[in-house]
């Protein structure tokens, strides 16, 4: 069996947020769903120290080929999800082009320099207006507020990959998701992931 | 059930390196695992321990590398394959007992994991262990992609025993943290007690006795001994230059001959790719790193002019290629060596696909294909004013935070110049300003403690400074016992602070000999710090973080007495601890009318100096708010705010 065809191959995407905000689950989550339909996919993550309230980014490269660079090429990204908005702009910077597409949580998370005055947030809309400076399209969407309705902040980024299944164009549908994430996670917390998913993949269109 | 022993064989999974290692041991049937937690090691223990019980291995955390180093070749020994697993500093910690071990050799085959990190991603240094195979002359391997990582692990095995002799694998970050499809071969069977032969130690026959005489290194055995381990070194040699796991890719006659490893294969890969060089460039990955497979590499050099070693870490390979061409001889003509020492790579840091590539660019003299120039310029503007600055650090509800604040705060009042030497662990951030940069040192584990042991002599020499030193509970059993001995029969005069927070943090909250559990979660007994240093005569005093004004007046009391070594321990469980992880403790909550702000004379000492993640600072409304996903109600902003506008409720 050999995997469908992707439009890019590979085909690059960026998951990037703060440490705790579920990233390294959502990478893998969707290796899972597409090592399952046989792909090849490389995974690069820096978590650890970095991981402490700081920056963090996973390179997916998906392909039908063979393995790739754990670290994209700059400016190749084809996707990027931030699961937390300002983080998008770091990403794009050094990953971005103009063909890229973004979808993008609503809720800020405000760094140190933030919190203590040194630096100011971006408002919502400057964001979404550098945003459409820097992508070929790019879509909000409020998980984290979604996210706290379900009972759990952290289920922003399951809403997210349901996002980004009505969105790309790569095979991560509700049933393979299901089957993964059932192999994932406890019984317990497997109809709110579900449910998740399900609220991200009718959150967006692609029109 | 563990991602580590589901798959059956031929069926391919997505690991993890880190996991493919565990795999790959697990393949290869090992029995005896240990070492130290360390970034980007720790997961490989982390997952063995968890299906030690099921698999029948014995698998620990050990108080440190060298113990840990013990324990595996103790298994060795007792004929049972064993595994040791740290970061790049950790081999540093183990290097004394390595050095004897390679001496004398091994028996059931032995790994010693080594996984590094270049570039410092999550360490303070770019610490390349592969020169301990050089200067202890013993065989050196680096997976090129997950499935070599699972693949050469358990060859590692076979080859240790081959050789009788440890075999070193190295890791890195890239591999070690990165993902990828792995074909799986078949999980490890439970041997123990399934009519295997019993472990034991065999020890009845001579020193020169290999597999049954006594282990001993001795200054009459020394020549022998060397000989017999360069004689294993030759027989690995010569396994290498036929080593599946070493491969090339290209053209017979290449205009320019990369020489790789490790995740820098990857790398190049990717580089001659974008290229499109694949035909012009030929690739030699090489797996086994040391000692060189001479006639292997003889075949490539001569056939290309300009050979490019492209590597992580230091110039290891770089060098070694240049030495073995040397060593082959004018017949292999003259060359044009590039990498990390003329130029073409930079000398630090981590590689990755574009600095490849722009090597590559360098040495064939091509332009390298660059993103947009103008898209680059506009995202390197926004990401300035759309990306505020996010430095690291502690999490909200962190008992460091409040540590740090009382040590701050009890040395301004001192007002004597007093300092604090730092050590490792998530409390090393206190050199930065989530620590209100306390720490003026910090360099190896349980060095703040030896270092403050030297500054507390100092008095005759007109040192009046006081000195203090911190240690986490783990580092305490690591390496500050030593250092602490040391300060206290020598009457240094200092104060130690144990930030006690009941487990290893920083690395993924691991057990430690403080703690009541082993790796996997089974109980053991839990020695307790104050009652060591009490057997020291050292003056103990216990302290929680969360109480400031009252830990902080212990603090000064102690900063008061002269003389001797006195021990605080600020004792509150890390907030990421299974014990309080998603467990609130109160409900914050800012009173808007009481929160005077920028009229309050605090100057923001919530917010500003504070700094916890878990407060917001609205610049419209001019207040402090809390941030309600974020914080994980630990209750110690209430202490800080001057007007007691923070108030806390405790959680029903």
Known sequence: ?207 | MSIVTCGAKGETALLMGNDAIARGALEAGVRVVAGYPGTPSSEIIQTLAGVASEQGLYVEWSANEKVGLEVAAAGSFAQLRSMAVMKQVGVNVASDFLLHLTECGTRAGMVLVSCEDPGGLSSTNEGDSRHYAKMMEFPLVEPGDFQEAKDMTAWCFELSEKLRNLVMLRSVTRMSHASGNVVLGEPGSNLMGSGSSPARFQFDGDFMDQMGGPVVTFPGMVDPMHRRQLEKLALAREIFETSPFNTYTGPGDPELLIITSSAAWLYAREALSLMGLEEQVGLLKLGTTWPLPPRLLAGHLQASEKIFIIEEGTPFLEDNVKVLWAELGPEMGTKRFFGRKNGPLPPTNELNPDLVARGLAEILGLTASAPDQTYSERAGKLAESHAPFRAMTFCPGCPHRASYWIINSALKQDNRDGFVCGDIGCYTMGAISCGFNTLKTSHAMGSGTGLASGFGKFNPFGFDQPVMAVSGDSTFFHAVMPALVNAVHNQADMILVVVDNSGTAMTGFQPHPGTLTDAGGGALPALDIARICEAMDIQVVIADPFEMGATEKILLDLLDEAGGVRVLILRQACALSPEKKGKRLFDMAVDEAACLAEDCGCNRLCTRIFGCPGLIWDPEAKKTRIDEVICVGCGVCASICPTGAISKKEVA
């Open chain 1, 1 to 207: 069996m050999t995997a469908p065809q992707l439009p890019f191959d590979p085909y690059n995407l960026i998951i990037t947020g703060v440490g705790g905000q579920g990233n390294v689950l959502a990478s893998r989550l969707m290796g899972r769903m597409l090592v399952a339909q046989d792909y090849h996919i490389t995974i690069g993550e820096t978590f650890g120290a970095s991981q402490r309230g700081g920056s963090v980014m996973s390179h997916l490269r998906i392909s039908t080929q063979s393995a790739w660079s754990p670290q994209i090429p700059r400016g190749r990204a084809h996707m990027v999800i931030a699961i937390e908005p300002s983080e998008t702009f770091r990403v794009l910077a050094a990953y971005g082009n103009p063909e890229v597409q973004v979808i993008w949580n609503t809720r800020p998370i405000h760094p140190i320099s933030v919190i203590t005055g040194q630096a100011v947030y971006p408002s919502r809309e400057e964001i979404s207006r550098g945003l459409t400076e820097l992508s070929a399209r790019h879509w909000p969407l409020d998980a984290t507020d979604q996210a706290q309705i379900m009972g759990n902040p952290i289920l922003g980024n399951i809403i997210m990959v349901g996002a980004l299944s009505t969105i790309s164009e790569l095979p991560l549908g509700p049933d393979i998701f299901e089957k993964a994430i059932r192999e994932m996670m406890p019984p317990a917390k497997v109809p709110v992931n579900l449910e998740a998913f399900s609220w991200g993949r009718g959150a967006l269109t692609v029109k």
